[in-house]
């Protein structure tokens, strides 16, 4: 038989009861839970996985594990002291009555009860006694002071490092699919890849920060997860640096793409001065109709580069009150030269 030994990682089965009582205060049997009244719908019962040693369970529980032989059953004793603690008398407290009846809250024997200290420490108590306008608290835990038995069964050993791994994920993160979850063992280091494991934020930063403590109890010096802590909580102001410096980046060559049309628009209208010239001073008799038409083409595309710039437009057609006048000066040259030749002949 394999007998149980610190570090080990096991699943155990236990219920726990108070030896003065017989009452149960934990188990991991469902239909116990169900009988004693504990039952809680949340909860996940069936053999749970521990590292012995790791403090995974109680201090008095842990060290009686070390040594149990896996599939016999066990009844161990645990004294108040490795238990719940004994009970301390100053933390039984005195209050009046109108210091809980100004919040609103009628104190009776028994009932559970909770006050925030001046260093804003919250202390869960329980009513004693209600009399003469004055409430006894007692802060002490329920179970303080009491012997507990606990009924254990060691059910497995868990010899392969990945599964070992899966068990203490199981532990700290109870509802993750470790089927989603990607492991890689060596001899003294461990990588756990959560990425797909499609965790809560908070979740995983609380599962990764307790998962490798256990981690490096069982025997592992480097532990490594991804997506790790320190990515997990980086603030969101880093990212969003990081999207403006490539806004920035892309803005640059926009603007010179934008400056660059401009001085173009600047450049046209003198450009254009020459075809619409010849397009003024074409002759009289008609052209061919293929002319013609790669013609009205040809000034198409340049109309439309035109309407970009207002100050193009206003340009171009000051360039054609020009173009018009130096065709009537050219007419009446022509004219003059006429009534000269006439003259001469």
């Known amino acids: 038989m394999m007998k149980v030994q610190k570090g ?63 599939g016999e059953k066990y009844e161990i004793i645990v ?21 809980f009846r100004r919040q609103g809250i009628y104190p009776f024997p028994g009932m559970p009860v909770e006050i925030e200290t001046e260093g804003g420490r919250k202390l869960k108590g329980r009513v004693l006694t209600v009399s003469g306008g004055r409430v006894r608290v007692d802060f002490n835990h329920p179970y303080a002071g009491k012997h507990l038995i606990y009924e254990a069964e060691v059910v497995e050993k868990i010899e392969d490092p990945i599964e070992k791994v899966k068990a203490l994920i199981e532990l700290r993160m109870p509802r993750v699919d470790t089927g989603k979850v990607i492991i890689e063992v060596g001899e003294k280091d461990v990588t756990v890849d959560f990425s797909n494991a ?22 592992y010096e480097e532990v490594n997860f991804k997506p790790g802590v320190d990515e997990l909580l980086k603030p969101p102001e880093e ?96 004219k003059k030269g006429e009534s000269t030749a006439k003259d001469s002949e």
């Open 8 to 70: 080990d990682v096991i699943r155990l089965h236990y219920t726990g009861k108070v030896k003065e009582t017989g009452e149960v205060f934990d188990t991991t049997y469902e239909e116990v839970a169900k009988e004693a009244g504990i039952y809680n719908e949340n909860g996940i019962y069936g053999p749970v996985p521990i590292a012995v040693g790791a403090g995974h369970v109680l201090k008095g529980l842990d060290e009686q594990l070390e040594g149990l032989e896996v």
């Open 79 to 99: 004294p108040p002291e490795k238990g719940f603690g004994k009970r301390d008398p100053k933390l039984i407290k005195t209050f009046t009555l109108g210091q």
């Open 198 to 219: 499609g965790l809560e934020k908070n979740t995983l930063v609380l599962g990764e920060i307790l998962l490798e403590s256990d981690l490096k109890f069982i025997g």
């Open 239 to 334: 990212k969003g640096e990081e999207v403006v410096e490539l806004e920035e980046e892309v803005s640059e060559p926009l603007l010179e793409k934008v400056e660059e049309k401009a001085e173009e628009a600047k450049e046209e209208p003198e450009a254009e001065a020459k075809p619409e010239e010849a397009t003024e001073e074409e002759p009289k008799e008609k052209p061919e109709t293929k002319g013609a038409e790669e013609a009205e083409k040809e000034k198409k595309p340049k109309r439309k580069t035109t309407r970009k710039s207002t100050k193009g437009r206003k340009t171009r057609r000051t360039t054609t009150k020009k173009t018009t006048s130096k065709k009537k000066t050219k007419v009446v040259e022509e």
